[in-house]
């Protein structure tokens, strides 16, 4: 079973930046296709980004594309979302995801990833 932990979450003012990690427990890492979550209150859980197994190739919402930035480090069993120019709109809790090998690679959709982790709260003031 993988597991999954966010951390870097925290209050900003718009314009601001936070760097969320999640890192991993899974010793296959490198072949899980990884992205990023979010859901603000009372809306349904959204696609941010994703990144391929060998982290060459990204994947964004329009919302945050040209703002944000997912990475990934195989040989630490972690994925990154580098947040800058943030707006209150930003405000969200965000979730890690990953898929199994099998999984489509950059997928935007909520079904073709198979773990999740508990979340870290990003709250931007205005």
């Known amino acids: 079973q993988v597991q999954l932990v966010e951390s870097g979450g925290g209050l900003v003012q718009a314009g601001g930046s936070l760097r969320l990690s999640c890192a991993t427990s899974?010793?296959?890492?490198?072949?899980?296709?990884m992205g990023w979550f979010r859901q603000a209150p009372g809306k349904e859980r959204e696609f941010v980004a994703a990144?391929?197994?060998?982290?060459?190739?990204?994947n964004y919402a329009d919302s945050v594309k040209g703002r944000f930035t997912i990475s990934r480090d195989n040989a630490k069993n972690t994925v990154y979302l580098q947040m800058n120019s943030l707006k209150p709109g930003d405000t969200a809790v965000y979730y890690c995801?990953?898929?199994?090998?099998?999984?489509?690679?950059?997928?935007?959709?909520?079904?073709?990833?198979?773990?999740w982790g508990q979340g870290t709260q990003v709250t931007v003031s205005s």
């Open positions: 899974g010793r296959t890492f490198s072949m899980y296709p």
């Open positions: 995801a990953g898929g199994l090998p099998s999984r489509t690679v950059l997928s935007m959709v909520r079904g073709e990833y198979d773990y």
């Open positions: 990144i391929s197994r060998s982290g060459g190739s990204a």
